[in-house]
């Protein structure tokens, strides 16, 4: 008989930890690989596979981005093969802004821009800055520009036009 998987696609639970199940009927019972972006997984500290009767898992309890991809499981005995796929994407974790370097105190003249700028050492997706000038909260308009530059670098320029 052919292997034949039954169900629907793999199922995915948290980010951190993943497990993967399928059922593989077949005789003579088959041999059974993963993969993810055809690479052949291999067993690890975080990473195992398992099978009970006829219920196949893969285990990953320590998920990178690297685990992104195709996860696709092969079945194959004398008789023939058979193959599923499912779509894994794994997010980077989730860090919390963290300052590259203190901002000084300075002193300009009057009717003088002021430039300052300060760096993430992390940045992340969707990360803002909010500049406060004592304890008020400064906003984009006339006679004040902040932007965001490259890699995490934000600045805000007071008294331009």
Request: aromatic share 6%.
């Amino acid at each position: 008989m052919v292997p034949m998987f039954t169900g629907n696609n793999p199922t995915m639970f948290s980010p951190a930890q993943i497990q993967i199940q399928v059922k593989i009927t077949g005789f003579p019972e088959p041999t059974v690989k993963w993969s993810i972006n055809d690479k052949l997984i291999e067993e690890s500290s975080t990473v195992m596979t398992s099978h009970i009767e006829h219920e196949y898992t893969l285990k990953i309890t320590e998920t990178t981005t690297t685990h992104t991809g195709t996860v696709k499981v092969t079945a194959e005995n004398t008789v023939g093969s058979d193959s599923r796929t499912a779509e894994l994407k794994v997010e980077p974790a989730l860090v919390a802004p963290n300052f590259k370097s203190q901002m000084a105190d300075t002193v300009v003249k009057v009717d003088e821009a002021l430039n300052m700028e300060v760096a993430l050492e992390t940045p992340q997706p969707g990360t803002s800055v909010k500049w406060y000038n004592n304890g008020k909260e400064l906003q984009q308009g006339p006679g004040v520009q902040v932007t965001w530059r490259f890699k995490g670098l934000f600045t805000v320029i007071l008294g331009s036009s």
